[in-house]
């Protein structure tokens, strides 16, 4: 099993930045993919960005420019610097690592509420 605790959202008016943490712990050994995914009100989970074990990224177009994830392997933590923030980037930021051991398996944290006032 691997845990996922999240930290550093909170209230920031438009234009501003936040930076998210997210710690995990367990059996992290087998962690390839760890990420960011949120959730507005009334609308589905949708993909942040990612970010491999080797630190290759992937960022949803939305967020290209002004969100930036990094990782690091010996701390099992990995971050989101988000910068230039806008209404459109309020929800529940949502922890997320991919174990990889012949199975796949996904785990999620239990989320942070980000709020972008304008």
């Known amino acids: 099993q691997v845990q996922l605790v999240e930290s550093g959202g909170g209230v920031v008016q438009a234009g501003g930045s936040l930076r998210l943490s997210c710690a995990a712990s367990?059996?992290?050994?087998?962690?390839?993919?760890m990420g960011w995914y949120r959730q507005a009100p009334g609308k589905q989970r949708e993909l942040v960005a990612i970010?491999?074990?080797?630190?290759?990224?992937n960022y949803a177009d939305s967020v290209k420019g002004r969100l930036t994830i990094s990782r690091d392997n010996a701390k099992n933590a990995v971050y989101l610097q988000m910068n230039s923030l806008n209404s459109g980037d309020t929800g529940v930021y949502y922890c997320?690592?991919?174990?990889?051991?012949?199975?796949?398996?996904?785990?999620w944290g239990q989320g942070t509420q980000v709020t972008v006032s304008s």
């Open positions: 997320n690592a991919v174990r990889v051991f012949g199975l796949r398996v996904t785990y």
């Open positions: 367990g059996n992290t050994g087998s962690i390839n993919t």
């Open positions: 970010i491999t074990r080797d630190g290759n990224t």
